[in-house]
C-alpha cells in the first residue's frame, strides 16, 4: 500500500524560506517519478514540480521556477521540496504524489485528484 507523509510546512512571512520532505513506504521508491502539487482553497489541485526516478531530470510550473528546488534521495525514500522567496500566492496545501511511471507527472490532472495517490498534504501559509 502506497504511503506518502509529507512535513515540513508552516507560516512563513513573504520572503521567507522553507524545506517540505516526503517520506514514501509501501513500493519501490526509486523506480517512480515524483511530483509535489498544491491546493489553495477555493482553487483546482496544480503540479508544483516533478522529478524522474533517478533524481537526473527535474521539472517547475512556471509559478515556481527559480524559487523552489525539488531533489530525491532515495536511499532514504525521501522527497524533498526547498522553497525560497516564498509568495502570498504560494499558500497551499502541499502534496506529495507519486507518478504511474519512472517520469515525473506534470500533467497529473484527475490523478493527482485521488487521494491514492498522494499523501494527507502539509500547509503552507504565506503571510506578514
Known amino acids: 500500500q502506497v504511503q506518502l507523509v509529507e512535513s515540513g510546512g508552516g507560516l512563513v512571512q513573504p520572503g521567507g524560506t522553507l524545506r517540505l520532505s516526503c517520506v514514501a513506504s509501501?513500493?519501490?521508491?526509486?523506480?517512480?517519478?515524483m511530483n509535489w502539487v498544491r491546493q489553495a482553497p477555493g482553487k483546482d489541485i496544480e503540479w508544483v514540480s516533478g522529478i524522474n526516478s533517478g533524481g537526473g531530470t527535474t521539472a517547475y510550473a512556471d509559478s515556481v521556477k527559480g524559487r523552489f528546488t525539488i531533489a530525491r534521495d532515495n536511499a532514504k525514500n525521501t522527497l524533498y521540496l526547498q522553497m525560497d522567496s516564498l509568495k502570498a500566492e504560494d499558500t497551499a496545501m502541499y502534496y506529495c504524489?507519486?507518478?504511474?511511471?519512472?517520469?515525473?507527472?506534470?500533467?497529473?490532472?484527475?490523478?493527482?485528484?485521488?487521494?491514492?495517490?498522494r499523501g494527507q498534504g502539509t500547509q503552507v501559509t504565506v503571510s506578514a
Open positions: 504524489l507519486k507518478s504511474p511511471s519512472a517520469y515525473y507527472f506534470s500533467r497529473a490532472g484527475d490523478y493527482a485528484k485521488d487521494s491514492a495517490n
Open positions: 509501501g513500493f519501490a521508491f526509486s523506480s517512480y517519478g
